[in-house]
């Protein structure tokens, strides 16, 4: 991996969603915006995070109804957050160090401009040729 910043790999659409949001409704905001994952909030407070594997796993899987569970109930609670001037490198080494596949991107006022995840890493572009 070249030495590439969080912010040009990032995705800037950041959705924030209350807690008390039924997971079917997540799941057309996401499946409408085209992303992954929503920021969970409890009033003015984000609270957790919620990806569509998530709501998977933790509630389909487990026979949870969409219809009447929260995005409150499954969230991730631990937000971790890398400034978008950090390198990819550095994030994704956190994201091993803790676990987790995606990180709340901000910047240096400790505003939310983005998310990462594994796979915007992923599709980093390799800087030698393939057999070189």
């Known amino acids: 991996m070249a030495r590439t910043a969080v912010a040009d790999v990032m ?3 950041v959705i924030y969603l209350p807690g008390d949001t039924m997971l079917d409704e ?3 905001v996401m499946r409408d ?3 992954g994952d929503v920021v969970v909030t409890n009033g003015p407070t984000m609270a957790g995070l919620v990806t569509d594997r998530d709501i ?3 509630a389909i899987a487990a026979g949870l109804p969409p219809h009447a ?3 409150a109930s499954i969230a991730s609670v631990e937000l971790m957050m890398v400034e978008q001037t950090a390198t990819v490198e ?5 994201m091993r160090e803790r676990g987790v596949r995606r990180l709340l991107v901000c910047d240096a006022d400790r ?3 983005g998310i990462m995840s594994l796979s915007d890493a992923a599709l980093l ?3 030698a040729p393939v057999g070189a």
Do not use: D, G, Y
């Open 56 to 58: 998977v796993v933790r």
């Open 33 to 35: 915006q085209a992303i």
């Open 111 to 113: 505003n939310v401009v």
């Open 26 to 28: 997540a799941a057309q």
């Open 90 to 94: 550095e994030a994704v080494q956190a």
């Open 69 to 71: 569970t929260t995005l």
């Open 11 to 13: 995705t800037r659409k």
């Open 125 to 127: 572009p390799t800087s």
